[in-house]
């Protein structure tokens, strides 16, 4: 499975969080392993969590919302 098919299962049914519950977080590890393995840069993974958002979030505080994910994609990546 591509790591692209992974992404909405790193993300809060609820909240959209990236990678905030324990089994999320597992989840977003192996995305973030597949992508590397597919020779995917940060920056492809950036595009994945900002596209989940862009779907799933729909309040005025969305840029807050997608840096905040980034930002813990960020963390998990390196």
């Known amino acids: 499975m591509s790591w692209k098919n992974l992404m909405s299962r790193c993300f809060g049914e609820a909240d959209a969080k990236f990678a905030l ?4 977080e597992a989840r977003a590890k192996e995305a973030i392993k597949e992508a590397k393995a597919e020779g995917a840069s940060f920056e492809d993974f950036e595009k994945e969590v900002l ?7 729909k309040h005025d505080k969305f840029l ?4 905040e994910q980034v930002k813990v994609a960020k963390k998990l990546w390196h």
Request: charged share 25%; hydrophobic share 35%.
């Open 51 to 57: 596209w989940h958002c862009y779907q799933k979030v």
């Open 64 to 67: 807050e919302h997608v840096d």
């Open 21 to 24: 519950h324990a089994a999320d």
